[in-house]
Structures are given as structure tokens and as C-alpha cells.
Nanobody
Framework: QVQLVESGGGLVQAGGSLRLSCAVS???????MGWYRQVPGKQRELVAT??????NYADSVKGRFTISRDSAKNTVYVQMNSLKPEDTAVYYC??????????????WGQGTQVTVSS
């Protein structure tokens, strides 16, 4: 059974920090793990991704967020510092399994709310 269980969201004041966790089970051959976020009325957007050899960040979070991965626990984290009100969103954990050059399966968590007050 595939499970992506997120935790760590909540309410924080601007300038504060939160750490999101996503524990993954039931997925084999993960190529990329990452975090995305979405606000009502807007498309889901990339926050950060991590592979075995690299990380990638949205420009809006560079220098403030750090993504990491514990392979032994199959868990991905994002440490979010210097939070801003515009970081308020539902944050989703994502895993990608690339089956071929043209076919990738995306798995998503249920989402966790992050609210940053000004």
C-alpha cells in the first residue's frame, strides 16, 4: 500500500521556522522526492526536489528552505526558515518513479497546511 504521510505543518509568525516531514512507504524505485505547494485558485508549484545527487529549489525559497532526505527511513524533509506570509499554502509531498524516458508516475501526499501570519 502506497503511503506518503506528511507532518509538521501549522501556524507560525513571519520570520519563524517550520520543518515538514514526509514518510514514504510502498513505493519502489523512487527517482525524485520533493515538495510542492498550492494556494486556492492557483496552480500547484514546485518548492524543492532532491535526487540521489542534487537538490533543486524554486527561486522564491532559495536561501530560506532546505530539502533533505533520510534514505534509511524513506523520509523527505524540508526545513523552512525566515517564513513569509506569501509562503502560506498547502504543502504536498511528491515522489516520482520514472518507468521510461517518456513515462513517470507521480505519487502525492494528502497535503499539510502552512500558515504564516504577518
Amino acid at each position: 500500500q502506497v503511503q506518503l504521510v506528511e507532518s509538521g505543518g501549522g501556524l507560525v509568525q513571519a520570520g519563524g521556522s517550520l520543518r515538514l516531514s514526509c514518510a514514504v512507504s510502498g513505493i519502489v524505485g523512487i527517482n525524485v522526492m520533493g515538495w510542492y505547494r498550492q494556494v486556492p485558485g492557483k496552480q500547484r508549484e514546485l518548492v524543492a526536489t532532491i535526487t540521489s545527487g542534487s537538490t533543486n529549489y524554486a527561486d522564491s525559497v532559495k536561501g530560506r528552505f532546505t530539502i533533505s532526505r533520510d534514505s534509511a527511513k524513506n523520509t523527505v524533509y524540508v526545513q523552512m526558515n525566515s517564513l513569509k506570509p506569501e509562503d502560506t499554502a498547502v504543502y504536498y509531498c511528491n515522489c516520482k518513479v520514472r518507468l521510461s524516458a517518456t513515462y513517470t508516475i507521480d505519487y502525492w501526499g494528502q497535503g499539510t497546511q502552512v500558515t504564516v501570519s504577518s
